[in-house]
T-cell receptor
C-alpha cells in the first residue's frame, strides 16, 4: 500500500458543487501539504500544516479550505467549485525541519464542468 | 523571493544519448535545490538534492546534477538515456525559514525514442 494515499483519484463535478479531496499517510510525518499541478505552471502550494493545530495558507489558497483531522489525515475542500480549479492535486508529507524531502501521493485529478 | 526556471518544456532524446535538463534558480539566500521526477499517473519522487558541500550531486537511476553558483544553475544530466527515463522532471528550490516549502519550476517532459 502507498505511504500517502489520496481519494478520490479522479472526480468530475459541476460548477458550484462542494468537493472534498482526502489524504491519509502512514509515514508518521507531522507535516502535510496540498499542491496543485497545472500544465506549464509546475506545482503550486495551496495549504500546509505542521501539526494538527497548525494550518497555513500557501501561495494560492483562495477558493480552498483544509482540515487536519488527525496527524495522518489532511483534507482539501473546494466550497463552490469553478472550472479554473480543474487541475491535478497532490498531497505530500515531510519530516520536520528545513529542506526536507517531500513524499507525494499519486494525485487526485479534478475536473470542474 | 526565490524562483526556478526550467529551460525547455519538452526534451526529446534517443535511447543511449546524453540527457541534459536545464534549471536556473533565483535566490537571495544560499539555495537548497531539488530534482523530482513524475512518471505517468504517479506522484513525484525525489531524484536528488543539493544542500551544502559537494557541488556534484548523484541521485537515483544514474542521474546527477551540478550546482554552479556563478551561473545560478542546477542542470540535471544522465550519460545514457533509457526508455524508462521518459517522465516529467521538476526542479525546485527550498525556501528558508523553517517552513520547508518548495518552489517548483514548470517542469520538463522528457521523451526517449528508440
Amino acid at each position: 500500500d502507498a505511504d500517502v494515499t489520496q481519494t478520490p483519484r479522479n472526480r468530475i463535478t459541476k460548477t458550484g458543487k462542494r468537493i472534498m479531496l482526502e489524504c491519509s499517510q502512514t509515514k508518521g510525518h507531522d507535516r502535510m501539504y496540498w499542491y496543485r499541478q497545472d500544465p506549464g505552471l509546475g506545482l503550486r502550494l495551496i495549504y500546509y500544516s505542521f501539526d494538527v493545530k497548525d494550518i497555513n495558507k500557501g501561495e494560492i489558497s483562495d477558493g480552498y479550505s483544509v482540515s487536519r483531522q488527525a496527524q495522518a489525515k489532511f483534507s482539501l475542500s473546494l466550497e463552490s467549485a469553478i472550472p479554473n480549479q480543474t487541475a491535478l492535486y497532490f498531497c505530500a508529507t515531510s519530516e520536520p525541519g528545513d529542506h526536507r524531502e517531500l513524499f507525494f501521493g499519486e494525485g487526485s485529478r479534478l475536473t470542474v464542468l | 523571493a526565490q524562483s526556478v526556471t526550467q529551460l525547455g518544456s519538452h526534451v526529446s532524446v534517443s535511447e543511449g544519448a546524453l540527457v541534459l535538463l536545464r534549471c536556473n534558480y533565483s535566490s537571495s539566500v544560499p539555495p537548497y535545490l531539488f530534482w523530482y521526477v513524475q512518471y505517468p499517473n504517479q506522484g513525484l519522487q525525489l531524484l536528488l538534492k543539493y544542500t551544502t558541500g559537494a557541488t556534484l550531486v548523484k541521485g537515483i537511476n544514474g542521474f546527477e546534477a551540478e550546482f554552479k553558483k556563478s551561473e545560478t544553475s542546477f542542470h540535471l544530466t544522465k550519460p545514457s538515456a533509457h526508455m524508462s527515463d521518459a517522465a516529467e522532471y521538476f526542479c525546485a528550490v527550498s525556501s528558508s525559514g523553517g517552513y520547508n516549502k518548495l518552489i517548483f519550476g514548470a517542469g520538463t517532459r522528457l521523451a526517449v525514442h528508440p
